[in-house]
Every structure is written in C-alpha cells, then in structure tokens.
C-alpha cells in the first residue's frame, strides 16, 4: 500500500542553490498537488496538475517550477532557494474518472526542507 | 477570499468524552469540504469527505456535518480515546476550480 511517496524526506540546502523533489502516486490519481505547511499558516497550495502534461499556479507558486511529465510522478523544483523556502512539503494525489475533482485528497508523509 | 477558520486551536479531554470540532468558511461557494487528521511528523490521512450537496458524513466514531449556508463545519469524534490524540484540519475545496483552503487545525489531546 505505497499510496503516496515523497522524497526526499528530509533535506538541508544553502541558500542559492537548486533541487527536486520528487513525488509519486501509485493510484492511477488524475490530479496532483503541492502544498506547503508553516507553523501559523496551515498548508497552503503551490502548483497544482489536473492530468498528465498538465501544470497550473496554486496560491503560493513564486520560486517553484513543476513538471508533470509521467502521470504518477510531481516534480516540485526549486531553482535558487531561499531561507523564506524553509518548510514541510507535502504532496497530494486525488481522482479517477469523470468525478475526479470531488474525491479524497491523499497525502504522502512530507519533505521538511531547511534553507540556510 | 475564502477563509477558513477552525476552533478551537487546541483541546484537552478526558477519555471516554465526545467532542466537537469546529470548522467555518466565508465562500459558500464550494464543491466539498474534507477533514484531515495529521499526526505529529506525519502527513495528512483523509477521515471524512462531504460534498457540497450533502448534510452530514459517518465513518465508525466519527460524524461530520455541514452548513454550507451559514458556512459551518462540525466534526463530531464519539467517546474519544488517546489513540485520536492528533490535528485535525478541515480543508474547503472552491468551486470552479482546484483551489483548497486549509485551516490552522485544531490541536486535539485526549488523557488516559
């Protein structure tokens, strides 16, 4: 029962410099997203994808890039990162089929990233 | 702009007790609403999800209403037990596109 994955789980970068996390989904989900967790400030949505070659701006997207190249992986990259980039980040899968957009949520167990 | 706002932020209980969990929206306008409990370190695992046309939602102790007119929430957990010591987080998915909004989460301990 793999559901969703994420890795690396934990990570510490230097400000500057880039790297990908990765996300896989063994469920046949359409839909993908990644989010982040602050203390105070809940989970808030970065980038989103509705289906295989497909990306779109969450609510928090500046300083991210994502790719959705093969439907069971999100790539979730940081290019330059910066110590505001510090936090939990999660990934979530849901939907299969025509109902796709009111089904479940699931979520792996998180990346905790530190930028120094 | 939706906000989500849950209360309270944290609870403490005595074993056995049934409690109320908060959760309010101020965008009707929603295709559903889920709750989340999230264990410390872990991510989030799905309890309970109600669509938009739906009043209420039961999974074993658990019974999640919805308002979605007045733009509340109410999880109900029956005669709690430490084990459901965790966050519990609601989360409103907008309608019209793919946007959730989570709330802080309410910090739930449950004592032996």
């Known amino acids: 029962n793999a559901g969703v994955t994420q890795t690396p789980k934990f990570r510490v970068l230097k400000t500057g410099q880039s790297m990908t996390l990765l996300c896989a989904q063994d469920?046949?989900?359409?839909?993908m997203y990644w989010y982040r967790q602050d203390p105070g400030m809940g989970l808030r949505l970065i980038h989103y994808?509705?289906?295989?070659?497909?990306?779109a701006k969450g609510e928090v997207p500046d300083g991210y890039n994502v790719s959705r190249l093969k439907k069971q992986n999100f790539l979730l990259g940081l290019e330059s990162a910066a110590p505001s980039q510090t936090s939990v980040y999660f990934c979530?899968?849901?939907?299969?089929?025509?109902?796709?957009?009111?089904?479940?949520?699931?979520f792996g167990d998180g990346t905790r990233l530190s930028i120094l | 702009k939706q906000e989500v706002t849950q209360i309270p932020a944290a609870l403490s209980v005595p074993e056995g007790e049934n409690l109320v969990l908060n959760c309010s929206f101020t965008?009707?306008?929603?295709?559903?609403l889920q709750w989340f409990r999230q264990d410390p370190g872990k991510g989030l695992t799905s309890l309970l999800l109600?669509?938009?046309?739906?009043r209420e939602q039961t999974s074993g102790r658990l019974n999640a209403s919805l308002d979605k007119s007045s733009g509340r929430s109410t999880l109900y957990i029956a005669a709690s037990q430490p084990g459901d010591s965790a966050t519990y987080l609601c989360?409103?998915?907008?309608?019209?596109?793919?946007?959730?909004?989570f709330g802080a989460g309410t910090r739930l301990f449950v004592k032996a």
């Open positions: 979530a899968s849901s939907g299969t089929g025509i109902s796709s957009p009111n089904q479940p949520q699931h």
């Open positions: 965008d009707s306008a929603i295709y559903n």
């Open positions: 469920m046949n989900h359409e839909y």
């Open positions: 994808s509705v289906g295989e070659g497909t990306t």
């Open positions: 989360a409103v998915r907008q309608a019209g596109g793919f946007k959730t909004i």
């Open positions: 109600i669509q938009s046309s739906q």
